[in-house]
């Protein structure tokens, strides 16, 4: 029974993972009903399959003089035809409920788990951005793939076996009461050191494969952070060096799996000594048995033959352990994320808000991503009419991006209110909240889609004329018609194939589709060439008009032109006004100011002089 207890606890995480997806095995009832039938046929069919043996064996014990077998009751020939044919339909109908019950949990488990993966991913997306930064990517990757695929494969290699497995022993061990109880209960002796035997190793293979789930996590982040940089790092060349932390971290990895695997295939051996001490027991007390008459030959082939197939279960309960326990591993970090809060949530009687007009206000906002940290944002208030173009400049980390970041609620104010159109976000849903925003940014993503997608992405409906009308205005119709498959030319990841201007326009382009009320813009024109910088404005421009527009930049020649600049510092806004009234002011802008136009004064002059 330890045994027992030690393989429920290792399906313990498992269990709870079924509970949070109840509903989506609901639909599968049917299948997994019949699933269920096609295995007791199966055990039904492996209890069986030893008594034609045991008939023809009897017969033989009881009449062996081959002329007195043929006076014995049923002709001889017939009942070695009828045995032998039991013999093939048995093992027929074994495999057929073998097969179906494989194929039938095979579908079932890679349903519900293909779901399972759907609702992780999709938890994942809703997880605020604090918890995207702190988290790795490669270990929610293997959390997502990895982890839940070694669920489905667990599924068919090993609790189903167990399952039939199970059945059986129960069974057998019926049938072997049935035939001698005294003998079964000799041999039930050794149950308790296999259960012993088992309790004391899972513990240990389970702690051994979660170390190993997280070393892999860890392995995976490692990789994707260097090819997620592989500019920088040839430039750099880091090659080598990257190459030692990934071998480092990939020998750790693999010393983890091989004690897993040691533990595994150590558990499984000392259950095999355990089960030939069982049928020792049995050859022991069985032969002495059938001397005394308390049983046949037949019953000791038979006894023997479900011996064998009962200890299975047990010997096979080692391997499955294994394979649980890491089940279980992968289950606990699929339950541990989806156990994660949701931070950005919507409050009960949410309104969804139609078009906005624009107005944006903040309210004493404050902002702290670590309570142990400095916040921020502090004490921020700020006034945004409908139309209005704002520019926000400050140092890098003076909290530019963080203000920024509040209106479509990637982060929500640990103090304060942000309120648009006189609501505050917060009782506004999500959806129709984000809808109001098109952005774009330093480092504009693009996806590994076509081009027509990518500026389609995020507009209720777009049509072909759209598309086209929105890049020509964003001056990127001309090289996409140059691509090879023009609009329909699948990108890179992150848009690598194109460069960065280009990525720029696109991505102005699909903020053109997208036709939102209010536009951010985050560093938009940041690493372009002077050429590209001219088009990505130009374009910008001409989405500003008429829209709420929003802006972040270190360059104050951008912000010139803005309705109102915040300078804000240290998380507060320090000045504001037009460019005018902050120059006049002399202070911080003013400084500021100064300094950018003498830089591109000298860098003029370097020009000229070359």
């Not at 299948?31 to 009897?58: N, Q, Y």
């Not at 495999?95 to 949990?105: E, K, M, R, Y």
């Not at 890679?110 to 997306?125: M, N, S, T």
């Not at 024109?525 to 829209?547: I, K």
Request: charged share 20%; aromatic share 4%.
């Amino acid at each position: 029974m330890n045994g027992l207890r030690s393989l429920v606890r290792s399906l313990a995480a498992l269990r709870a993972l079924i509970g949070r997806f109840s509903e989506h095995l609901r639909p599968q009832r049917a299948l997994l009903g019949g699933s269920l039938a096609a295995i007791l046929l199966e055990t039904a069919m492996r209890v069986l399959e030893p008594w034609p043996l045991k008939f023809i064996l009897d017969r033989l014990a009881e009449s062996p003089d081959g002329g007195a077998r043929e006076s014995a009751g049923i002709d001889w020939t017939l009942l070695l035809i009828l045995c032998a044919a039991g013999v093939v339909v048995l093992a027929g109908l074994r495999a057929l409920a073998a097969w179906l019950s494989t194929v039938g949990l095979s579908l079932v488990g890679g349903r519900v788990l293909a779901a399972v993966r759907a609702d992780v991913f999709a938890h994942v997306q809703r997880l605020s951005l604090g918890f995207h930064s702190r988290a790795k990517l490669g270990d929610l990757l293997t959390r997502i793939t990895g982890d839940v695929s070694r669920l489905q494969e667990v599924a068919v290699t090993a609790v189903l076996p167990l399952v039939a497995n199970v059945l059986t022993l129960v069974a057998m061990v019926g049938v072997m009461l049935w035939l001698d109880w005294q003998l079964t209960l000799a041999v039930i002796l050794v149950f308790p050191l296999v259960s012993l035997v088992l309790a004391r190793g899972s513990g240990k293979i389970r702690g051994a494969a979660r170390e190993q789930r997280a070393r892999e996590g860890s392995l995976a982040s490692g990789a994707m952070e260097s090819l997620g940089a592989i500019r920088v790092v040839q430039t750099l060349g880091l090659e080598g060096r990257l190459e030692q932390h990934f071998a480092s971290d990939n020998t750790a990895s693999l010393h983890t799996g091989v004690r897993a695997k040691r533990l595994a295939a150590g558990l499984e051996r000392r259950v095999d000594v355990l089960v030939g001490v069982g049928t020792a027991l049995v050859l022991l007390f069985g032969a002495q048995r059938v001397d005394a008459g308390a049983m046949t030959i037949g019953d000791l082939v038979v006894f023997t033959l479900y011996l064998k197939t009962a200890f299975k279960p047990l010997r096979d309960m080692a391997k499955y352990t294994g394979r649980l326990a890491r089940a279980a591993a992968s289950a606990e970090r699929i339950v541990e994320l989806l156990d994660t809060e949701v931070e950005i949530r919507e409050r009960p009687g949410a309104r969804t808000l139609g078009r906005a007009a624009g107005a944006v206000r903040l309210r004493d906002v404050g902002l702290r991503y670590d309570t142990a940290a400095a916040p921020a944002l502090d004490g921020v208030d700020l006034d945004i009419e409908p139309g209005m173009r704002v520019a926000l400049v400050g140092a890098s980390g003076s909290g530019k991006s963080s203000l920024l970041s509040l209106l479509p609620r990637l982060y929500d104010p640990t103090s304060g209110t942000v309120e648009l159109d006189g609501h505050d976000l917060r009782e506004l849903t999500l959806a129709s909240l984000r809808g109001q925003f098109a952005a774009v940014l330093q480092d504009s993503v693009l996806f590994g889609m076509s081009v027509r997608e990518n500026l389609a992405l995020g507009a209720h409906a777009a049509s072909p004329a759209d598309i086209e009308r929105a890049a020509r205005a964003a001056g990127a119709h001309d090289f996409v018609l140059a691509l090879p498959e023009g609009y329909d030319t699948v990108l890179g990841e992150r848009g690598a194939t194109l460069s960065g201007g280009q990525r720029q326009r696109l991505a102005t382009a699909r903020a053109i589709v997208r036709d939102a009320p209010i536009l951010l813009l985050d560093e938009p024109l940041t690493g372009l060439d002077e050429a590209s910088e001219r088009l990505v404005r130009d374009a910008l421009d001409a989405l500003a008009a008429e829209r709420t527009t929003i802006l972040v930049t270190h360059d104050l020649g951008q912000a010139r032109g803005s309705h109102l600049i915040a300078v804000v510092d240290r998380g507060r806004i320090v000045e504001r006004g037009t460019h005018d009234e902050l120059m006049a002011l002399g202070a911080a802008y003013a400084r500021t100011w100064d300094q950018q136009r003498a830089g591109r004064l000298a860098d003029l002059d370097e020009v000229v002089s070359t």
